[in-house]
Structure formats: structure tokens, C-alpha cells
């Protein structure tokens, strides 16, 4: 058994006795009892990188917070190449560049502000960098295992508010947007590039709901419009404990795709910036997503996916994924 099992083991045998001791942060009822029978961890793999309090803080929340990870430095290269991207400088096979629909209907503004998010970006080497960096892979084995595929890639330039609300991402599941098992094979990590709070619109998380299933989720139904693909889950508790994740330049959350998210509305004037990769194991399978609750993203994937390579044949859901995720660690085994 490794060093860092056995105090794993010795921390639960301890927790049996005193559970209030390890939670680091209120959650709600559900989820984690400290019976006699230590629960096996499920979310979380013995690597022996996290420490028993963040594996067990993980299991128990579906989120761990990790401060300083990525360097000024990186997150300043980032910053320009999507300034260079947003002046057309560089151009970037497979990029979907993503306007704010309040911004985009309004009149003339220059094209760095109308852009609200990068997507794919796997083809561009130096943002592509950040799903590659071995700090971050290091906690991604953690959730994942060693072999690891980046599925999806963000740049998130979240608008200030031009007053309709727009800005605001709806709760969600990320897992929705994934037709791959198993989830907790798969992980988010989410790093701010400037410091986020309240005031510009910082993650906002529904602890341990990670727990639960994958739930229906459809366009909200918001005044001011909503953002393209920026579905909502329809019914959850809206009673449940809320935590707004306030963090500083180059602090990462990783999470887990189940885990009910979103985030606020940007009350500042300036462009709140995130960058993130989702990985899985590339031990992952792919599921027909026919019959449940996906189908609705399904059908809105294909379309744009016929649009953008103008194909004439139908592509699957499956190989949108599958030519767009990306090897970082070990081997291509199944994904
Ligand atoms: O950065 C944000 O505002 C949240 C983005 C998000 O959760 C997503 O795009 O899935
Ligand atoms: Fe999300």
C-alpha cells in the first residue's frame, strides 16, 4: 500500500469517529455518511498527488479548488494569443469563435468585445499548451487515471452586462454535452485569468450534486435572450446550498461533469476571463445517446457540425468527439 493510502486509510478509520472533522466547507444533507463501513471512494483514484482531506473533500463535493497553479506568465500568453485571434491575426482550423447575443444584436462594436467564447481551439499550439501542462495533467490523473484525452477546450470572455442579463451562464451539467462514460472517468479544469468574484461573474457550484444523475436541460427561458448551446438544467433544488467560487489569477477548480454549475452576471465593465479543458480517460467508451435526455443536444451539435464542414453526409455525435479530442498522456485506448 502506498504512503499515501495508508494515511488515507488511517484518516477514515479516524473520520468514522469524528465526521465534522475533515469538512472543510458547508455541503448540503446528501451525499458522504461516515458510517462504520468506510465508503469506498469512487470519484477520486490513489495517486499521490492529492491528500486524503482533498480526495475526501472531492468525494464529498465534486469540486477541488487548487490555488496558484498556473504561472503569470502562462496565463499572460494565453491572454495575448486570444487577442491575436480576436484581431484575425492567426487563424485556427476547427476555432468556433462565439459572440454574446446582446452584443452581437447591438450596434457596431469592435471584435474583440463582441467575442464571448473561444471553443476548440486543440489546433492552436500555444493555447492549447494550457491542456498540457504537467501541473494541471498531474491533478487530471487524479480523477481520470493515466491515459488522458483533452475532449474540450475553452476560452470563456464572459461580456460586461449590457443590462438584458445575458451574461449570465445558466446552471448546468457539463455531462450533457458529452455522449462518453464513464462520468467520473471525466474532469473539468477551469483557471481563472484575472481574479473572479461576485461582482464579474465567478463560478458558481451546487456542492455534491455530483452525486446525482444527469437531468433534462433545454434554453432557459431568459428575457434578453440566450447564448447559443448555453442550455439550462431544467428542475434542481433552488433551496440547495450555492458556493460562488472567488478566485485569483491562475487558481484552478477541477470538477466533475456532474456537478451542477454556472455562473453570474459580469456587473463590471471589464471581459472576466477563464480558460478550460474537460478531459477524460481515454479508457472512456462512447454511448448512443438516442432514448434519453441528450437528444436535444445531440440534434443541435449535428446541425452545427454539418454547417461548419459544410458535409453532405450526416456526422455522428460520436465523431464530433472523437476528431476533436487530443491525446496529452499515455495511450489512445478506446475514445
Ligand atoms: O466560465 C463560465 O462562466 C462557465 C462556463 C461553463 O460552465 C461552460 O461553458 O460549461
Ligand atoms: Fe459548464
Redesign the pocket.
Known sequence: MSRAAERLKLLINHLDRSPAAIRAAPTSAQTFTYSSQPQRLRYTLDTDLLTPEQRLFYEENGFILIKNLVSEEDIDRFRKEFERICRREVKVPGLVVMRDVAIARSEFVSDQKAVS?LQDFQEDPELFRYCTLPQILKYVECFTGPNIMAMHT?L?N?PPDAGKKTSR?PM?Q?LHYFPFRPADRIVCS?TAMEKVNRQN?C?VVLPGTHTGTLQEHDYPEWEGGVNKMYHGVRGYDPQHLRVHLEMEKGDTVFFHPLLI???GMNQTQGFRK?I?CHYASADCYYIDVKGTTQENIEKEVKEIAARKYALNEEISFKDTWAFRGRLVQGERVSL
Open positions: 467564447k475553452m470563456i464572459k451562464h448546468h457539463d477551469w461573474g463560478l454549475h454556472g455562473s477563464a478550460s
